[in-house]
């Protein structure tokens, strides 16, 4: 069968034996073992280059903005919606092909299979694992975006992005297994949070609790992702042989877990808002100053929770032994986070939707 040129199978065995309807032909490429490998090692040989393409971006968003600042915004709503909608596609693609494995494989082997067996590397699942790995780099084009339609761009947009893209080619180039759950976690997430973007972008209005909903499955995933560092952590601990290093679940986890606090810190923000306090504090009924100690509690957990797991996670990079130059970057990162977190957290008191993780649900699409 063809569609659009392209040769298609109506179902295709993978090599775990799991059926997949609708294979093309592109991708069975990884079913050829010698040839993932080469893609392997050449990421082995060059994923390093992304820290080279980070710094690029984020020196390119700087001067972009300064560009913008004496130009009039570019509306770019078409493109935005094809973005958005491509995408959103790619995101969906990837989810039809990479959750019945994870499904079918945690069934049929259990959950430390599934954390601990890098086999997925090849076959069709292989396939867009790998694709997933690249998109990181021509993802940066949301921030392009941003800075054209002169919109907010707060630090943590263009840390998540250079971030990610480091951390996925750095998984790979050593076939971290646990790399299964958070690519599925991610196609499944970005399938609906770049839907939401595209129908944003063409004007529709989205119920609340849609948007609601995507924050809860972001948390979510960032939950996820730390539970799976752990379990892999307890696996290797234990003795058992699990294909993922000591390193790579310090930086997944620490990645993880600011993460969660930061996203923890948006959700309070977004869908409890601060009421603005009205008289004077003794006027105050005793409902106001209940609401008054509510929000005190939610600004200081927004604070110290993604700090704390912060410190979490650069004690245990500490404590087991990575190489020196891994090392190092973990330091000069976790640095970074905590400048810039604060330097957002004193934004934030001048404007209040100026949090953290306003980026995942903000108004690009508008």
């Known amino acids: 069968m063809d569609t659009f040129g392209l040769r298609v199978k109506p179902w295709i065995q993978d090599i775990d034996g799991l059926y997949h309807p609708l294979v093309f032909d592109f991708e069975r490429s990884f079913g050829n073992k010698t040839f993932a490998n080469s893609i392997g090692d050449w990421m082995n040989q060059w994923w390093s280059s992304s820290i080279v393409l980070a710094i690029v971006y984020i020196a390119l968003v700087f001067y972009g903005q300064e560009w913008m600042k004496t130009r009039e915004r570019f509306e770019l709503r078409r493109p935005l919606i094809l973005w958005n909608a491509f995408l959103a596609l790619f995101s969906a693609f990837g989810m039809i092909r990479c959750v019945p494995e994870m499904l079918y494989n945690l069934n049929k082997e259990g959950l430390e299979y599934t954390i601990c ?10 396939f867009w694992i790998t694709v997933f790995c690249w998109s990181k780099l021509p993802e940066l084009i949301d921030t392009l975006f941003i800075v054209l339609r002169k919109q907010k761009l707060i630090f943590l947009h263009w840390f998540h992005h250079a971030t990610v893209m480091i951390y996925a080619w750095y998984s790979y180039h050593n076939w971290t297994a646990s790399g299964r759950w ?33 924050t809860i499955c972001q948390l979510l995933q960032m939950a996820v992702g730390c539970f799976v560092n752990y379990q892999a952590y307890t696996y290797k601990q234990q003795g058992h042989a699990c294909d993922v290093t000591y390193s790579n ?6 990645m993880y877990a600011v993460y969660f606090g930061l996203f923890l810190h948006f959700f309070c923000l977004a869908y409890f808002p601060k009421k603005k306090a009205t008289g004077k504090v003794e006027n105050r009924t005793i409902g106001e100053q209940k609401t008054v100690h509510k929000e005190s509690t939610v600004d200081f957990l927004g604070q110290i929770i993604p700090i704390g797991l912060l410190m979490v996670s650069l004690v245990y990079n500490i404590l087991y032994p990575v190489s020196s130059i891994l090392k190092y970057m973990s330091w000069f990162i976790y640095t970074v986070i905590l400048v810039l977190y604060v330097r957002s957290r004193a934004n934030s008191k001048e404007n209040s939707s100026s949090s953290p993780f306003s980026f995942l649900l903000s108004k690009k699409s508008q």
Do not use: E, L
């Open 117 to 126: 067996n890098r086999d997925n590397i090849y076959g069709i699942t292989g």
């Open 182 to 214: 958070f690519v599925f976690m991610n196609y499944t997430v970005h399938a609906m949070m770049y839907s939401y973007y595209a129908f944003r972008a063409m004007k529709y209005r989205i119920p609340k609790w849609m948007q609601i909903s995507i």
């Open 249 to 254: 679940i310090g930086w997944s986890f620490a």
